[in-house]
């Protein structure tokens, strides 16, 4: 089983970046489909991001396409999630999530059930 840790939550401005990282330990997620959800408080978790094993393929919601991007290094068991313009609407709790078999190159599901091992979350605060 995998660890996945994340960091690099805050309180930030509207308008401001910040990067998530996701790290993995236990076993390499090389191989593995990753992705982002959150949980804005009071609210179900959402799809956020996904990538798949290489890297070179990946899926965003609606809601954060051209303003947030997903990537990782796999030679250091890492993922990111690069967000920019950050709205007060993405103000959430924001989770890793790794799929634990490879399922193909083009895998990148957005629903949370096919993720098999989650973080623990970092919260984002965007003040308006």
């Known amino acids: 089983q995998v660890q996945l840790v994340e960091s690099g939550g805050g309180l930030v401005q509207a308008g401001g970046s910040l990067k998530l990282s996701c790290a993995a330990s236990?076993?390499?997620?090389?191989?593995?489909?990753m992705g982002w959800f959150r949980r804005p408080l009071g609210k179900e978790r959402e799809f956020v991001a996904a990538?798949?094993?290489?890297?070179?393929?990946?899926k965003s919601s609606d809601s954060v396409k051209g303003r947030f991007t997903i990537s990782r290094d796999n030679a250091k068991n890492l993922v990111y999630l690069q967000m920019n313009n950050l709205k007060p609407e993405d103000t959430a709790v924001y989770y890793c999530?790794?799929?634990?078999?490879?399922?193909?190159?083009?895998?990148?599901?957005?629903?949370?059930?096919?993720?098999?091992?989650w973080g623990q979350g970092t919260q984002v605060t965007v003040s308006a």
């Open positions: 999530a790794a799929v634990r078999t490879y399922r193909g190159p083009f895998y990148v599901p957005i629903y949370h059930g096919e993720y098999d091992d």
């Open positions: 990538i798949n094993w290489s890297g070179d393929y990946t």
């Open positions: 236990g076993r390499s997620v090389s191989s593995s489909t």
